[in-house]
C-alpha cells in the first residue's frame, strides 16, 4: 500500500472521529472531536516514542554497555542509508523488537533480552533489518496515528454505549437525529471500523518492512527464521504488560496466547511472511 493510500485512510479516520463526535454532540461535539483529533496527533507526533518506551520499559544502552548490539544497528543503519538510531534493551524474556521515533532523525530501535538470546547474529540482523525498514519507510508515525485514532474513537464509542444505556442525549433525541438503539449501534460498530482500519495499515506495512529489511540485511533468510524462531517463543513468553494499542509496533504480535486478542492481530501471519521472504531467494 503506498503512502497516498494510508494518508487517505488516516483521513478517513480521522473525519469518522469528528461525524462521531457530531453524532454525540451536535455540532459542539463535532468541534470538540476535532479539536480533540488535533491534539491527539499532535501528542501522537512529539512524544509517542517516548510513551511507548516508557511503557514497556525500555533502557537505553550505551556502546560500552552492549558493543556487539551498536555494532549490528550501526552497520545495518549506514548500509539503508539511515542516522544511528538509539538502542534500548526491554527487560523481557519474550523475544520481540520494535521501532519507534517521527522520522529517521529521531529514531529508536529496541529489542528484548529474549531476543538476543534466541537467535543467532544472522537472524538478528534479520529482525534489527526489519525495523531499520519501518524506519526508511517512515511507517512508525503513521502507525502512532492510526493507533491514537482508534483509540479515540473506541473512547467515543464507550462514551455513546453509556449514552445508550440511558437512554440517549437529550438533545439528539429532540432533534431527532439520535436515540439509543443508533448510539448502541455507533458503540459497536465505530470500533470495529476503527480496528479493521488499523489492522489493514499495519499488516501491509509489516510486509513492505520485510522485504526493506530482507534488501537492508542482503538476505531474506535471516529474518525467515528469525520470525519462525519468534512465534513459538511468544506464544511461550508473551510479554505481560502488552497493550493492544502498542501491539501492532512489534515484529511478531505480543499478545500470542492471550485470549481472543491473537483473532484481531494487527500482524499478517508469520507462515505467510515467511514464505514470501524465502520466494526472495
Not at 491527539?40 to 509517542?48: C, D, E, I, R, V
Not at 544502552?61 to 539511515?82: C, D, I, N, Q
Not at 473512547?155 to 440511558?166: D, H, Q, V
Not at 484481531?264 to 531467494?281: G, K
Amino acid at each position: 500500500m503506498n503512502t497516498a493510500k494510508t494518508v487517505a485512510l488516516m483521513t478517513l479516520m480521522t473525519v469518522g472521529f469528528v461525524l462521531l463526535g457530531q453524532y454525540l454532540g451536535g455540532q459542539q461535539g463535532m468541534i470538540m472531536a476535532l479539536v480533540l483529533a488535533a491534539a491527539m496527533n499532535m501528542t501522537a507526533y512529539w512524544f509517542s516514542d517516548k510513551i511507548a518506551l516508557m511503557s514497556y520499559r525500555a533502557q537505553q544502552v550505551s556502546e560500552a554497555e552492549a558493543p556487539e548490539l551498536h555494532a549490528m544497528v550501526r552497520g545495518l543503519a549506514t548500509r539503508a542509508g539511515l542516522p544511528m538510531p538509539k538502542v534500548y534493551v526491554i527487560p523481557s524474556a519474550s523475544p520481540n523488537a520494535f521501532a519507534t521515533g517521527r522520522n529517521p532523525a529521531h529514531a529508536a530501535v529496541a529489542v528484548t533480552d529474549g531476543i538476543m538470546r534466541l537467535l543467532n547474529r544472522q537472524e538478528l540482523e534479520g529482525v534489527i533489518a526489519h525495523e531499520l525498514g519501518h524506519v526508511r519507510n517512515r511507517d512508525i508515525l503513521i502507525g502512532s496515528i492510526v493507533a491514537t485514532l482508534a483509540g479515540a474513537v473506541t473512547m467515543l464509542a464507550r462514551m455513546a454505549s453509556f449514552g445508550a444505556m440511558f437512554g440517549g442525549y437529550g438533545n439528539r433525541d429532540r432533534e431527532g437525529g439520535g436515540n439509543a438503539i443508533g448510539l448502541l449501534a455507533m458503540a459497536i460498530l465505530a470500533p470495529i471500523a476503527a480496528l479493521v482500519v488499523q489492522m489493514w495499515i499495519s499488516r501491509t506495512r509489516e510486509y513492505q518492512a520485510d522485504a526493506t529489511g530482507a534488501a537492508i540485511a542482503g538476505t531474506p533468510l535471516g529474518l525467515a527464521g528469525a520470525l519462525e524462531k519468534m512465534e513459538a517463543g511468544a506464544q511461550r513468553v508473551p510479554i505481560p504488560n502488552a497493550n493492544p494499542s502498542s501491539a501492532h509496533m512489534f515484529i511478531v504480535n505480543p499478545l500470542s496466547g492471550k485470549s481472543l486478542m491473537s483473532m484481531f492481530s494487527t500482524h499478517p501471519p508469520i507462515a505467510e511472511r515467511v514464505s514470501r521472504l524465502r520466494a526472495m531467494r
